[in-house]
């Protein structure tokens, strides 16, 4: 179980739709097997994202006061709630079944949702990532780029597997960065905090400023890169170069 906790009521809960008039709330059977695998260590986090791929998810709905940080509904009685995950982020919780979204919360409402629309009203409201079944069995933390991935139907691929960062985009990362000033080096390697860490060589000798200046510039041409954009999180590791 990972240690999130409410963040406080979100939006309006997601309508419900005729397809799924006759949910009895069970979960799906090939995601709960691979959920299983993955607590196993027999199926990484890509393949609970391909599992969780056109299924229909339980978006949590619990009756609210309102209050300066709530998102109310027109009658100010329900919302979705969003959590905060360890490292600071917001996340919307989302439950395989009604067995799953009980445990976290007893009075809970499950409002079902196809997985795509879950993902994409968390990415409207600027919420980070999804919590799959928060107090277990089995719960998982699915992050920003494959959140976007499942938003619009398209297949993920983190940017490091198995301790390696994918080739296309440590390339990506030096391409971004030829030419600024004062940078005679970059490697790329999965991160100590995050998903990845850039590591700058430096020309030595350089001030505070000068310093600022190049970690400025790299912050702004990595933040446009649409193949950088696929990690996670990433971090910069300045060094002097040798």
């Given at each position: 179980?990972?240690?999130?906790?409410?963040?406080?009521?979100?939006?309006?809960?997601?309508?419900?739709?005729s397809a799924f008039?006759?949910?009895?709330?069970?979960?799906?059977?090939?995601?709960?097997?691979?959920?299983?695998?993955?607590?196993?260590?027999?199926?990484?986090?890509?393949?609970?994202?391909?599992?969780?791929?056109?299924?229909?998810?339980?978006?949590?709905?619990?009756?609210?006061?309102?209050?300066?940080?709530?998102?109310?509904?027109?009658?100010?009685?329900?919302?979705?709630?969003?959590?905060?995950?360890?490292?600071?982020?917001?996340?919307?919780?989302?439950?395989?079944?009604?067995?799953?979204?009980?445990?976290?919360?007893?009075?809970?409402?499950?409002?079902?949702?196809?997985?795509?629309?879950?993902?994409?009203?968390?990415?409207a409201e600027g919420?980070?990532?999804?919590?799959?079944?928060?107090?277990?069995?089995?719960?998982?933390?699915?992050?920003?780029?494959?959140?976007?991935?499942?938003?619009?139907?398209?297949?993920?691929?983190?940017?490091?597997?198995?301790?390696?960062?994918?080739?296309?985009?440590?390339?990506?990362?030096?391409?971004?960065?030829?030419?600024?000033?004062?940078?005679?080096?970059?490697?790329?390697?999965?991160?100590?905090?995050?998903?990845?860490?850039?590591?700058?060589?430096?020309?030595?000798?350089?001030?505070?400023?000068?310093?600022?200046?190049?970690?400025?510039?790299?912050?702004?041409?990595?933040?446009?890169?649409?193949?950088?954009?696929?990690?996670?999180?990433?971090?910069?590791?300045?060094?002097?170069?040798?």
């Amino acid at each position: 179980m990972v240690g999130c906790v409410p963040s406080g009521p979100g939006p309006k809960e997601l309508p419900r739709t005729s397809a799924f008039a006759q949910d009895d709330g069970a979960p799906d059977p090939v995601l709960v097997a691979v959920l299983a695998r993955h607590t196993a260590g027999e199926a990484d986090l890509p393949d609970v994202v391909a599992a969780l791929v056109g299924t229909r998810v339980l978006v949590p709905v619990l009756a609210h006061e309102g209050g300066p940080t709530g998102h109310e509904d027109r009658e100010g009685s329900t919302a979705v709630v969003a959590l905060r995950v360890p490292d600071g982020r917001t996340a919307l919780p989302v439950f395989t079944g009604v067995p799953a979204l009980t445990a976290w919360h007893a009075e809970a409402r499950p409002v079902p949702a196809e997985i795509a629309r879950a993902a994409a009203s968390a990415l409207a409201e600027g919420w980070q990532v999804l919590v799959v079944d928060p107090a277990g069995p089995v719960t998982v933390v699915i992050p920003r780029p494959a959140v976007q991935a499942l938003a619009i139907g398209l297949p993920w691929e983190p940017a490091v597997r198995a301790g390696v960062v994918r080739p296309d985009v440590a390339e990506a990362v030096g391409r971004t960065l030829a030419g600024v000033v004062h940078l005679r080096s970059v490697r790329v390697e999965p991160g100590r905090r995050s998903e990845l860490a850039v590591v700058l060589g430096l020309a030595p000798g350089l001030d505070r400023a000068a310093l600022s200046a190049v970690v400025d510039e790299v912050n702004t041409r990595l933040g446009a890169d649409p193949m950088v954009a696929q990690a996670d999180s990433l971090e910069l590791r300045p060094v002097t170069a040798g």
